[in-house]
C-alpha cells in the first residue's frame, strides 16, 4: 500500500466570531442568550487546534498555518502549493479554502460539532489522530468531487465551486430577473433566485429549495430556480434540471444590481444588466478525504 506523501503541509485555521471581538463577543461576555454558545465554540475550536497541532508534532511533521477569515489571494498561496491542507474549523473555513487548492488533497477537522454541521469535514478532535496515521499510511485515499467552472463575461472565475453558486439580486426584497439557457432551450424568469450545484453540493442550499440529493461521484450539475413567478399562460421548463458532463449552463443578467455567490456568502461578483455567466463542470475535481462515500 503506498503512502502519501506530505511534504508541505497547511492548517488553515478559522477564525471563530468570539475572537474577532465586537458586538458578538460583549454579549457573550455579558451573557445575552443570542450570543450564548460563543464563547463555547471558541474554547472547543482552540483545543481543536492544540490536538491537531500535537499529533502533527508527534510524527515529527513541519507544517505551515494560514488564517481561514478572511482568506484573500495572496494568503491563499500556500494552500495551492500544499500535499496535506487541513481545514479546522466547519463549512465555511473548508469551502474557502478549497477555492486555493491545487493538486494537493483536502482533509477537514470539525473543531467544534456542536456549532457546526461538518458537511464536509472528515473527523474530530478525538480521531484526528487515527486518521491522520491512515492518510500517511496509505489506507485512507482521497475522493474526488466535482466543482464547478464559472466563466464570467467569458472570464474564467478563480474559485471552482465545490457547493454551488447562487445568482441573486443583492436585495432578498427585490426581484431576480435573467435569462437561462440549457441545452438550446431558452426562458426569462423573475424569481428570488437561481440556485447552481455540484452533486456534493446538492445537499445544502439546493435541497432547502425542493432540489434533489445526487450521488457525490456524479458530475453532473443541477440547477433550481427559488419561488418562481409564474405568468398566466406561460409553460416553464427551465425552473428546475440536471445538466450533463462536458455540457454548459448560461445565464444572462436582467438586472441593474445582481450578485454571484460562490459557496456562500464570503466569495461575490457583480452580476449587472447584461452580464453572461456560464456554468459547467469542467473545473479540476477536488481530491478531498471524506468519511461518507
Given at each position: 500500500m503506498r503512502s502519501f506523501a506530505v511534504a508541505r503541509i497547511v492548517l488553515v485555521l478559522k477564525e471563530p466570531v468570539f475572537a474577532r471581538g465586537g458586538l458578538p463577543a460583549r454579549l457573550a461576555r455579558r451573557g445575552d442568550p443570542t450570543a450564548g454558545r460563543l464563547?463555547?465554540?471558541?474554547?472547543?475550536?482552540?483545543?481543536?487546534?492544540?490536538?491537531?497541532?500535537?499529533?502533527?508534532?508527534?510524527?515529527?511533521?513541519?507544517?505551515?498555518?494560514?488564517?481561514?477569515?478572511?482568506?484573500?489571494?495572496?494568503?491563499?498561496?500556500?494552500?495551492?502549493?500544499?500535499?496535506?491542507?487541513?481545514?479546522?474549523?466547519?463549512d465555511g473555513t473548508l469551502l474557502a479554502a478549497s477555492h486555493h487548492l491545487g493538486a494537493g488533497a483536502l482533509l477537514g477537522v470539525n473543531s467544534a460539532?456542536?456549532?457546526?454541521?461538518g458537511h464536509f469535514c472528515a473527523c474530530r478532535r478525538a480521531d484526528f489522530p487515527a486518521t491522520l496515521?491512515?492518510?500517511?499510511?496509505?489506507?485512507?485515499?482521497?475522493?474526488?468531487?466535482?466543482?464547478?467552472?464559472?466563466?464570467?463575461?467569458?472570464?474564467?472565475?478563480?474559485?471552482?465551486?465545490?457547493?454551488?453558486?447562487?445568482?441573486?439580486?443583492?436585495?432578498?426584497?427585490?426581484?431576480t430577473r435573467y435569462r437561462l439557457e440549457v441545452g438550446g432551450r431558452v426562458e426569462e424568469h423573475r424569481s428570488s433566485g437561481l440556485w447552481i450545484s455540484t452533486a456534493a453540493g446538492s445537499t445544502a442550499g439546493i435541497r432547502s429549495a425542493g432540489g434533489r440529493v445526487m450521488p457525490r461521484g456524479s458530475r453532473r450539475l443541477q440547477f433550481r430556480v427559488r419561488e418562481?413567478?409564474?405568468?398566466?399562460g406561460r409553460r416553464y421548463r427551465l425552473n428546475r434540471g440536471f445538466v450533463p458532463p462536458r455540457a454548459a449552463l448560461t445565464v444572462a443578467s436582467k438586472m441593474p444590481e445582481g450578485r454571484l455567490w460562490i459557496d456562500g456568502s464570503r466569495t461575490a461578483y457583480p452580476f449587472p444588466f447584461g452580464s453572461r455567466l456560464v456554468v459547467s463542470t469542467d473545473a479540476p475535481a477536488l481530491r478531498i478525504f471524506a468519511s461518507r462515500p
Open positions: 464563547r463555547g465554540a471558541h474554547a472547543e475550536h482552540g483545543r481543536t487546534v492544540a490536538a491537531v497541532r500535537r499529533a502533527l508534532r508527534a510524527r515529527s511533521l513541519r507544517w505551515t498555518e494560514v488564517a481561514g477569515h478572511p482568506l484573500t489571494g495572496h494568503a491563499g498561496r500556500p494552500i495551492a502549493a500544499g500535499d496535506l491542507v487541513i481545514s479546522i474549523g466547519g460539532p456542536g456549532d457546526s454541521v496515521a491512515a492518510i500517511l499510511d496509505g489506507r485512507l485515499r482521497p475522493r474526488l468531487l466535482a466543482r464547478l467552472a464559472l466563466r464570467l463575461d467569458g472570464r474564467l472565475l478563480p474559485e471552482p465551486a465545490l457547493n454551488d453558486v447562487l445568482v441573486a439580486h443583492p436585495s432578498p426584497a427585490a426581484t418562481l413567478l409564474r405568468e398566466p
